[in-house]
């Protein structure tokens, strides 16, 4: 009768259960080891695998067939203007000259998209607001990606008229008029009035855009967008802020610029025309381009050489679990010397024991390893809910997790298997 | 016409080299052993007695000379074929019954057949009817740990009968029990010898030995003596003794 492979391998299985159930505290022990490994390979990769993902879509919305250009200024700037004519007045960044000349010489632009910023108050009847009042075109939400909610966004015509109209963000609509309906209601921005036209949401509020100065770094979720002629008409070019007694002036006419290109491709045949360009006009470099494309790659490589990092340190973590399995299978090949010797006698081959003791080991770290992947997926889960950081588990992180576990049970069981079937029967027998 | 001996032994000889010196444990020993027989191998330690048990029961491979096993020369077989013809053809007693602790009586009578790619519950019935055969038929649960030493001895009994060998090889199988378990024991023994069975009994016991039909006592690596055994040799139809090898 020919033997069934499968069952066999079944009954096999289910022996070295039988076996590993005979001593539950040290097989569980043994385990461990594994299950620490796997949980802590999927959750670390899941951890990691969140963070650049977070990353990875804040640069995705800057979009990566932009070109980003900002004015800098640099904190040199005040002592070598000093040395000239001795102004208040820090001059710098970009111009309108630079936007129209952007335009008219770099191949492959569809759009240049001018953005003027500046901090103020907004009010609404007794109620006030810091926020910041963007002047910009009607491209705007196109570019950087803005959900109209409620009304509309600024049009070519208000630009053409610089009217006083404006859109705000939600979350500053809620703060000002809490209860009305804001559409077509006036709202003071330094001097002048602003009727409400629109309620937008900027998409992805963290990011962040180069604020004049000590300001920088606040959420910009309390947007004003007005037209870019109204807003250099009605605040001129120079902007004054007071701090604690100092007082300061900067004269910039535009703080960014977005380049909008027809494909990524040609991104990377303008970054150097542009830089070119930009260096030849302004003798300081005040001003900084953002390729989120490189960025985009950056963060790319960045991944990677962290997946390596916490790939080895979960390797290293299943390597030691896999010598802790070997250690516990070469006691068990010594404490079963004589159940060795009689299955040798009653007609198992070498490659029979040698079958049976790697089953067990296998049977042991799958075993860590199918438990370690159910951990290894709740970890993550639990460290989105308590520290509330983003994770993804990504699919093959668990099969690699899981099957390194096999592996080592393979790797790290031949070796005691080897020695159990190497035993001489007759030894064996004799041994008590 | 003499029927063809199941265990022919010729000129076996066992050197164990231990670097600086030979140990000579088996000088050539010639033996021949019926089917049905009831032979019992005496001897003192370190007449050879366990080596030619091991090489009787292929768990060792002689240095020189021919032993044929059921017509077969195992003498110069591989250590994978050996243990094919130990699982086929050979039956095993230990003094320390040797089962498997964490099986069941009915499992550890399973193993011999379980090597042979016969699954359990294929061979269910003929591994329930060994047990009963032996008495222990409502302790198919039970774990060796379970029952007592005679108990113990007679799931070894069972177990070394389930793949119906052509030799039951009985190593001290009462060394570790109390005379009258013991006895039972070899009343066991007695039957299936009765019923067929051949056993070779390794034994210190002179009373073990008056129960086999033919005694060989083993010295310094000869047989040195080769006797029916006057009390059953009326029964022993097909005991045959041999010339002793000579001196």
Redesign the interface.
Known sequence: ????IP??LV?IVQLGV??LL?HKMRSALTMLGIIFGVCSVIAMLAIGEGASHEAQEAIKKLGSSNVIIRSVKRTADNSSSGQGKRSFVAEYGLTYRDAARLQATIPGIRRVLPLRIMRDDVRFSSISHPCQVIGTHPLYPEINGVDLLAGRFLTETDERYQNNICAITLSLAESLFTGQNPLEQEVKIGANYFRVVGIVRERGTEQKRPQSGATEGQTIDANVYIPLSAARNRFGEVIFRRSAGSFEAEKVELHQLTLQFENPESVETAVPLIQRLLERFHERKDYELVVPLELLRQAERTKRIFNVVLGSIAAISLLVGGIGIMNIMLATVTERT??I????????????ITTQFLVETIVLSVGGGLIGVAVGVITPLLVEQVAGMKTIITWWSVVVAFGISALVGVVFGLYPARRAADLD??EA?RHT | MKSQPIIQLQGLTKTYDLGEIQVHALRGVNLDIEAGSYVAIMGASGSGKSTLLNILGCLDRPTSGRYWLGGDDVSTLEDDALSIIRGQRLGFIFQSYNLIDQLTVVENIHVPLFYQGRDLEQCWDECVKFAELVGLGDRLDHRPKQLSGGQQQRVAIARSLVNNPLMILADEPTGNLDSQTGREVLEVLDRLNAAGKTIVLVTHGEEVATRAHRVVRMKDGFVDSDVLNRKTISTAATARPVAAAAR
């Open positions: 009768m020919k033997p069934l069952i066999a009954r039988k076996s005979l004589r159940e010797g009689i299955r040798r006698a009653l007609g198992a081959k070498k490659k029979d029967p007759i027998l």
